[in-house]
């Protein structure tokens, strides 16, 4: 779509009246020049004058379409040397990509306007203690939960780690000769948040506890790591969420999963950090390309003792009736996701739902460790 050869130099237009007629200033034509976004047909030798032709008015608007849209110089350039179909195929990505952002950041966002506004939300409500020094007893949702954590049918061993308890549920999934000790370490090393203050749980407190605990949980697996055989490499997923009384705080690395059951749709809340996921993400494969890809277990993000370890970090706010499933890749690489949705649908409670989604797993030859936690919310009776 760049400029193309030949043309009658009378075709050329000033800088002025390709920009009137671009709606791009000057100013923004002489950037776009020195960035190779959009470079003139012809620079006057003499003077210095950039001069356009009107072929290029097309890619100037879809320049100026693209600034629009906010998406980055760089990648601006990228799609204007694509031909029309690969660059609809780029900016169709990039907008995916972008809306995902943005609905990871709107549930934070709306926390913390309500936080600032001092709204009485429930965690407020949690706050503390009465003037009277006893607990405050005005908490309106409780949560009740089941983890169950299997060998499958093939595997020897189970490296998997499935936790739930009154604030804290977690599924890691270990890999390499220590993954069974690294997973359990890690999920020992976030149990400290179940002795979490719910009165200190204010949101920059909360996220820096993630955060923490998080690096906590590395550097457990450190040394696990290191007081293994050494030449082995190990390491875990670990997709943790965190109950404050209101909201459900995740921490995710790596490839087991968090779902939402809410109003019988079923919606994944994490992100795989696997290779063939940010191939997806990038618009180079479908999602359904991924599912049978050979390499879709090639994990780009873990908890490997490594120094950087970035955690994935999100706020749910909970409301009743919501179901919430964490799994490792035993059953979300095997058993369909409608087929979940309707275990998870039709299950009574958490302890029949993780029964029946094991079960599920084992029906499709359980090839790997499977494990689930799943977490009912619900109202409790105000006292
Ligand atoms: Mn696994």
């Not at 093939?154 to 890999?175: H, I, K, M, P, W």
Request: glycine share 10%.
């Amino acid at each position: 779509m760049g400029p193309e050869p030949g043309g009658e130099l009378g075709e050329l237009l000033s800088i002025g009246a390709f920009a009137r007629a671009s709606r791009l200033s000057p100013k923004a034509l002489r950037l776009y020049d020195e960035l190779g976004l959009l470079p003139p047909a012809q620079v006057d030798p003499a003077n210095g004058y950039r001069r356009y032709r009107l072929a290029q008015l097309e890619q100037a608007r879809l320049v100026a379409w693209l600034r629009q849209l906010g998406m980055p110089l760089a990648r601006i350039r990228d799609v204007c040397g694509l031909a029309p179909g690969p660059a609809a195929e780029a900016v169709a990505a990039y907008w995916a990509r972008t809306e995902a952002d943005t609905a990871a950041r709107r549930e934070l966002a709306a926390f913390l306007v309500n936080h600032l506004r001092g709204k009485e939300t429930g965690m407020d409500a949690n706050r503390g203690r009465t003037p009277a020094g006893e607990p405050r007893t005005r908490r309106r949702l409780e949560i009740r939960y089941a983890a169950l954590s299997d060998t499958g049918l093939v595997r020897e061993s189970n490296q998997d780690t499935a936790y739930a308890g009154e604030r804290l549920l977690a599924v890691a999934d270990g890999f390499g000769g220590a993954g069974a000790s690294a997973g359990a370490a890690a999920v020992e090393a976030l149990r400290g948040l179940e002795s979490f203050d719910g009165g200190a749980l204010r949101p920059g407190d909360l996220l820096n506890a993630l955060a923490d605990a998080a690096r906590e949980a590395n550097r457990s697996v450190r040394q696990v790591v290191a007081a293994g055989t050494g030449k082995d490499p190990a390491g875990t997923t670990l997709t943790a969420l965190l109950w404050t009384g209101s909201h459900l705080a995740l921490v995710h690395v790596g490839d087991s999963r968090a779902y939402l059951l809410r109003d019988g749709a079923l919606f994944q809340i994490t992100h795989d950090h696997t290779h063939v996921w940010s191939l997806v993400e990038e618009g180079r494969l479908t999602p359904e390309e991924a599912e049978s890809h050979p390499q879709r277990a090639l994990l780009v993000r873990a908890l490997d003792g490594g120094t950087d370890c970035e955690p994935e970090v999100g706020l749910h706010e909970a409301r009743p009736g919501d179901r919430y499933l964490l799994c490792s890749d035993g059953l979300s690489a095997v058993v369909p996701s409608d087929a979940v949705q309707d275990a998870l649908a039709g299950a009574p409670d958490p302890g029949q739902a993780v029964r029946d989604l094991v079960a599920l797993a084992h029906r499709a030859g359980a090839p790997d460790n499977v494990s689930c936690v799943v977490a009912d919310v619900s109202l409790r009776p105000v006292p």
